[in-house]
């Protein structure tokens, strides 16, 4: 009897252990994620919101790429703040940096 319920015990354990790790999500979901918090907070037009789409997921690609050393990746994400920040107007940028948390969240 023991044995069965250790055996039971370990296949839930491995089962949720497995669905844990499913829910990863991809670069595309975390991309809009981003970019529905900007439009939270800063106008942004419909074809710009693509173009930061497009930005975003290049970004998480990034994130998630495990060949790149860590110093490559901190290059990578000051030149997408770079992007992001040049792709705003100046009253977009100005609204953006009223909230650092948001600015953080964005490029990191």
């Known amino acids: 009897m023991k044995k069965i319920i250790a055996v039971v015990t370990m296949l839930l354990a491995f089962t949720i252990n497995a669905n844990a790790q499913d829910k990863k999500i991809s670069s595309k979901e975390?991309?809009?994620?981003?970019?529905?918090?900007l439009c939270a907070k800063v106008n942004v037009e419909e074809p710009l919101k693509s173009d930061l789409l497009r930005l975003m997921m290049?970004?998480?690609?990034?994130?998630?790429?495990?060949?790149l050393t860590k110093e490559q990746k901190e290059?990578?994400?000051k030149a997408?703040?770079?992007?992001?920040m040049?792709?705003?107007n100046k009253e977009?940028?100005?609204q953006l940096l009223k909230h650092p948390d948001l600015v953080k969240k964005l490029t990191h």
């Not at 975390?30 to 918090?37: Q, S």
């Not at 290049?58 to 060949?67: E, F, I, N, V, Y």
Request: proline share 0%.
């Open 80 to 84: 997408y703040e770079h992007k992001l």
């Open 58 to 67: 290049m970004k998480h690609d990034a994130l998630s790429d495990q060949t």
């Open 92 to 94: 977009q940028r100005t």
């Open 75 to 77: 290059s990578a994400l």
């Open 30 to 37: 975390a991309a809009t994620y981003d970019i529905e918090a």
């Open 86 to 88: 040049s792709g705003l």
